[in-house]
């Protein structure tokens, strides 16, 4: 399994912009389909966006399309999520998560078929 720390959480207005990034620690990093998730007070962990091992497929949740941006830099085990136009409602404490694949697959966006996470990073919007 890969260790992941996310990092790039923090306070930002309504509007405003963050970047996230997740340090993988493997170093077959590009055997992994890697995922954001996000989890808000009283609410369950939902899928924010994933992106294939090649970087050539991704799929974003209904509520940040257009808005956020997923990338990975295989060279620097790092996968990013691009945060602009942010909401209130975009507040929670987001976490990386990384699937193994052994071949070309579809982006997985159910909690249990990731096999790795990270602590989360605490991303808040105010009004």
């Known amino acids: 399994q890969a260790q992941l720390v996310e990092s790039g959480g923090g306070l930002v207005q309504a509007g405003g912009s963050l970047r996230l990034s997740c340090a993988a620690s493997r170093r077959t990093f590009s055997n992994y389909n890697m995922g954001w998730f996000r989890q808000a007070p009283g609410k369950e962990r939902e899928f924010v966006a994933g992106?294939?091992?090649?970087?050539?497929?991704?799929y974003y949740g209904d509520s940040v399309k257009g808005r956020f941006t997923i990338s990975r830099d295989n060279v620097k085990n790092t996968v990013f999520l691009q945060m602009n136009s942010l909401k209130p409602e975009d507040t929670a404490v987001y976490y990386c998560?990384?699937?193994?694949?052994?071949?070309?697959?579809?982006?997985?966006?159910?909690?249990?078929?990731?096999?790795?996470w990270g602590q989360g990073t605490q991303v808040t919007v105010s009004s």
């Open positions: 992106i294939s091992w090649s970087g050539d497929s991704t």
């Open positions: 998560a990384a699937k193994t694949v052994f071949r070309p697959s579809g982006i997985a966006t159910g909690i249990n078929e990731y096999d790795s």
